[in-house]
């Protein structure tokens, strides 16, 4: 029951957030019939994903993970999505590319933690997560420039392809 609470009220809140300055009868932001929708529309996906919002612990509650979230996305994330898009502009534009798919094992054992760093390694340009392996929780990525010097190390060192993203997402969710 608690892990149904918690979870519509999150997505209630995350739709308010969404939904801001849409309507003009609730404060001057949302309408009744908006805020009507938003808390049926809670309910429902609340009792749908109750079971993979929250488990059977708290951890993401902490207001210190959601600011470390925070600053994981302006900081390290920012910084390497910028620096992956100029790279996959340059290796556009000069055809040097070298694709092919390396196995990295970034040593998280959630699977939000997974979740989060195979998300994270897609959406930065030029990688992109093809499986996970359930058992070893180990990603396989599909790499537009595989270095020859990553190669040469097995396992791929994880700081090649998706820099420290692993430890930030550790502290973050695990």
């Known amino acids: 029951m608690r892990a149904f609470v918690i979870t519509t009220i999150v997505c209630f809140l995350i739709y308010l957030l969404l939904t801001t300055g849409s309507g003009s009868d609730f404060l001057g932001l949302w309408s009744n019939i908006e805020l009507i929708f938003g808390i049926l529309l809670s309910l429902i996906v609340g009792f749908i994903a109750r079971t993979v919002f929250v488990k059977n612990n708290y951890r993401l509650l902490n207001p210190v993970r959601w600011i470390l979230f925070l600053g994981y996305l302006i900081g390290p994330f920012f910084f390497s999505l910028a620096k992956a898009n100029l790279d996959v502009a340059y290796r556009v534009i000069t055809g040097k590319i070298n694709p092919g798919i390396v196995k990295i ?70």
Request: proline residues 6%; hydrophobic residues 35%.
């Open 105 to 174: 094992s970034p040593g998280l054992t959630t699977d939000l933690g997974i979740t989060m760093l195979a998300n994270s390694i897609t959406l930065t340009p030029g990688t992109l997560t093809v499986d996970i392996d359930e058992d070893t929780n180990d990603l396989y990525i599909h790499w537009i420039n595989v270095d020859k010097k990553a190669l040469e190390k097995k396992p791929i060192d994880c700081s090649y392809i998706c820099g420290s993203f692993p430890q930030w997402v550790r502290r973050i969710v695990e």
